[in-house]
């Protein structure tokens, strides 16, 4: 996983301030905030530049896009939605948001880590396995 940097963290604040109001948004906290890269580690050549930008969502969650040349990287999930609901009040927050950008950093750092998946345990520590 790669961590996003303070101010990166401070503009998606703006966003889940945005649809705080809709409890059925859930978001994440600041401490979680991160790019997932996947199971296993990428080989790296050195440092790389990621650009976030864009906001977007899946059907699960909302996201920050995080674009970088290394593949497999996507976006930082900043909220999960609790339960189904009609998505035009989350459309009507996000659509003016679209098109922000968060920054740009450039990454030294790449944290392979345990994260204990499931509903009562996804906010957890995490159990770092080594640092590349």
């Excluded at 790389?48 to 995080?66: G, K, M, Q, S, T």
Aim: proline share 9%.
């Amino acid at each position: 996983m790669i961590e996003p940097p303070p101010e990166v963290k401070a503009g998606i604040a703006r966003v889940q301030r945005a649809f705080a109001h809709l409890d059925w948004i859930a978001p994440l906290p600041a401490h979680f905030l991160h790019v997932t890269l996947g199971a296993e580690p990428p080989e790296l050549d050195g440092p790389f530049e990621i650009d976030y930008r864009r906001v977007n969502c899946f059907h699960e969650a909302v996201i920050v896009e995080a674009h970088a040349p290394l593949a497999g990287l996507s976006h930082v999930s900043i909220g999960y939605v609790r339960e189904a609901h009609d998505a035009e009040a989350l459309r009507s927050v996000l659509v003016p948001l679209r098109d922000e950008s968060f920054g740009r950093s450039t990454v030294t750092e790449l944290v392979h880590v345990r994260i204990p998946v499931g509903r009562t345990t996804l906010f957890r520590p995490w159990t770092v396995l080594e640092r590349i």
